[in-house]
């Protein structure tokens, strides 16, 4: 045993919160969760109104500039959002390279990096061209924010600079669903479809993926709407995991891609979005409904998880999970009832008058929607997808908010507690025992 290093130990206090149980990184103006009351509100306003009444872009605006659109503002929102829908036709290519049977989440994840690498503002070999066509007199007064990423980009706060972030996130909301759908498409060795126009931000994403060449198709719109619903439920959850990756990433002052990227990533755990496909797989291995209690037994000796139970700030109900079970009423009608929906509610039951799990206060959270995906005929390994694509709402809200934030960006940079061997003298190999 050598020594401890000295300066792990006069730092004064240094707390060691294991999975963030207890540290706040951010003061944070978009979502309020209360978990022991079961509340959740966006920007103020309950989700079971904005379920109700509002849509996913218009939810989106909400989130990302902090009040309701006005009227015109929600239309050119949305007239924008889809104008940005297109993607460069390389982008074919660059989802061909993938493996017949990649995991959809895997080709999300890179193609928003991929993105980035389009825009100048995030690519620095492309900004060489800007500084070449500025010298050449091209480009108007704006150019020095262009040239630069992150904080400079983005603190200067001149029109200019909030231009181009906000164009950012145009097309990082967008071509989502694009990126999305030709995952979908690809894995089915199907051509890519160009976003559609005069549809719903929703519609056109079902089109992209569900569309077989039939002359005046249009989706089905209470599946339309469904999503739409579901795509609001899930587009934020203030600092969940990938949330916090994206502002950790972002912290770096790295463009809105890498970081979204980056979220993306997080997101694709079975402890995260990932739950949601876990939820199905976990279904489809009870089978019957008479097979619960077993199940629930295991579950009890830690051999399995009871996924889609269990939140880190709800310790009641996860108030999404009462719209979702709504939904699945409307979306059923139109599908058929699921096979499985039997054994989840069989499973609900059982679990909720079960006091190992009453005490720990597990109950379900919003990933049964899972079932709501089956029914309208998604692959299972595509149900995280269905959480990424409006997540990306949620973490460019909370991007632009730490970028603009009063005194700048700091890099988040936690402190570990060392405890590993003090100082040792290097021994050479042939000396070693
Ligand atoms: N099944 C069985 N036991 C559970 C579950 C579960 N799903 N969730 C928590 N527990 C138990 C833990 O074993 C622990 O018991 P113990 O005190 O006897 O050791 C107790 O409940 C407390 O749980 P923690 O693991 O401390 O809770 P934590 O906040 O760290 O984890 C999490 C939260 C990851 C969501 C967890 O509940 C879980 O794994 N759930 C299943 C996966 C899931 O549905 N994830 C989706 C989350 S929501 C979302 O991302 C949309």
């Given at each position: 045993q050598g020594e401890r290093p000295e300066n792990e130990t006069d730092k004064g206090l240094r707390i060691a919160d294991k999975g963030y149980?207890?540290?706040?990184?951010m003061r944070s103006e978009i979502t309020y969760i209360d978990g022991e009351a079961g509340i959740l509100r966006y920007r103020g306003y309950p989700i079971e109104q904005l379920a109700l009444h509002s849509n996913h872009l218009e939810t989106a605006y909400l989130l990302l500039y902090g009040s309701l659109p006005t009227k015109d503002q929600a239309t050119l929102f949305e007239e924008e959002v889809l104008h940005h829908g297109v993607v460069h036709s390389d982008a074919e290519q660059f989802f061909r390279?993938?493996?017949?049977?990649?995991?959809p989440m895997a080709m999300l994840t890179s193609a928003f990096a991929y993105l980035g690498s389009y825009y100048a503002e995030a690519n620095p070999s492309l900004q060489g061209m800007y500084i070449l066509s500025s010298l050449l007199?091209?480009?108007?007064?704006?150019t020095d924010d262009i040239l630069c990423t992150g904080q400079t980009l983005y603190t200067k706060g001149s029109p200019e600079s909030l231009a181009i972030m906000d164009k950012q996130i145009l097309r990082l909301i967008g071509k989502a669903t694009t990126l999305a759908a030709m995952a979908y498409r690809v894995r089915q060795g199907r051509d890519f479809v160009t976003p559609p126009t005069g549809l719903s931000y929703t519609g056109s994403f079902l089109y992209q993926m569900d569309?077989?060449?039939?002359?005046n198709y249009v989706p089905n719109p209470v599946l339309e709407r469904a999503l739409d619903v579901l795509f609001l439920l899930h587009a934020d959850h203030e600092l969940n995991a990938s949330s916090t990756t994206v502002l950790q990433t972002g912290s770096s002052l790295v463009d809105p891609y890498s970081a979204i990227a980056a979220g993306c990533a997080s997101l694709y755990g079975p402890l995260h979005g990932g739950a949601n496909e876990a939820v199905i797989r976990m279904l489809i291995s009870i089978?019957?409904?008479?097979?619960v209690p077993a199940f629930l037994e295991a579950v009890k000796r830690r051999e399995k998880v009871l996924s889609g139970f269990g939140h880190?700030?709800?310790?009641?109900?996860?108030?999404?999970s009462f719209i979702v079970r709504k939904t699945a009423d409307e979306v059923f009608k139109v599908t058929?009832?699921?096979?499985l929906l039997e054994t989840a509610m069989a499973l609900h039951d059982a679990a909720m008058k079960d006091e190992y799990f009453t005490s720990r206060k597990l109950a379900p959270n919003v990933d049964f929607c899972g079932l709501i995906y089956r029914a309208m005929g998604f692959?299972?390994?595509f149900f995280p997808v269905l959480f990424a694509v409006p997540r990306v709402v949620g973490w460019l809200a909370h991007w632009r908010q730490m970028m603009l934030q009063d005194g700048g960006v700091k890099i988040w940079r936690p402190r570990q507690i060392y405890v590993g061997e003090g100082k040792r003298e290097y021994v050479p190999v042939d000396q070693r025992v």
């Open positions: 149980l207890n540290t706040a990184v390279s993938f493996r017949y049977d990649a995991h007199g091209w480009l108007t007064p704006g569309h077989l060449g039939q002359e089978g019957k409904p008479e097979n880190r700030v709800y310790k009641t109900s996860d108030p999404r058929g009832r699921d096979e692959p299972l390994d």
